[in-house]
């Protein structure tokens, strides 16, 4: 029985390793193949869970680490255990994550083992156009893995100016590029965002 268990260990090998990358510090890699729709990894195996409005969540979200959860929680990984938050960013992403419930990354496309396995962090920030350097290496890199907002985006967005056109055409190119890599949900993100600037620098004035 003893002798049974420990070939059967052998043979179930962990089907990510968490190593350093090129793309940034450690990242996590496949071992074996993985399929569209499969579990690749748990966002985060020991984790806890604040209320959305808890000052704790609120600190943490600095370390872009924490992942929002069916809008009510906020999961915030123990970072001493390795998981889907090593995840790198890539322009052109193998996996997503799936913040329902524990939180998961899942492959989006095929992965080989030994590839590194990629999210889509869709970054939304405002007034800061260079934050977030990419360094994934995909033909298709934008460069940036975050899509900068300004006032000025937000002020001219409905209007019929130079200046509201060129920003249109920005988020239109933008939407189709999440579109490509089914990622549609970050033009929510977008779209909020602009709403409360706008409403803000109206405030203000
Ligand atoms: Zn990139």
């Known amino acids: 029985m003893s002798k049974r268990r420990a070939r059967k260990a052998m043979f ?42 808890d000052p704790e969540a609120i600190a943490a979200a600095d370390t872009k680490l924490t992942l929002l959860s069916e809008k009510y929680w906020v999961i915030i990984p ?29 492959c989006t496309r095929t992965i080989q083992p030994g590839e590194e396995v990629t999210i889509f962090y869709g970054w ?11 360094r994934c290496g995909a033909p298709q890199c934008r460069g940036f893995i975050n899509f900068d907002l300004s006032d000025d985006d937000a002020e001219s967005f409905e209007t019929d100016t130079p200046a509201g056109g060129a920003f249109r055409e920005r988020l239109a190119e933008y939407e189709t590029y999440l579109g490509s890599i089914r990622q549609e949900q970050v033009m929510e993100t977008i779209l909020r965002k602009l709403a409360q600037m706008k409403l803000r620098s109206r405030s203000q004035r």
Do not use: K, M
């Not at 962990?14 to 990242?27: C, L, T, Y």
């Not at 579990?39 to 604040?50: I, N, S």
């Not at 996996?95 to 990354?105: F, K, L, T």
């Open 12 to 53: 179930s090998l962990a089907p990510v390793q968490f190593r350093d990358s090129a793309i940034e510090g450690r990242g996590v890699f496949a071992r074996r193949t993985f399929r569209p729709g499969d579990v690749v990894v748990a966002y985060a195996p020991r984790q806890r869970r604040l209320d959305l409005a």
């Open 78 to 106: 123990d970072t001493s255990v390795p998981g889907g938050w090593l995840c790198n960013h890539s322009c052109n992403p193998n996996a997503a994550i799936y913040s329902d419930r524990e939180g998961r990354i899942q």
């Open 124 to 134: 939304v920030t405002q007034n800061e156009p260079e934050r977030d350097p990419c």
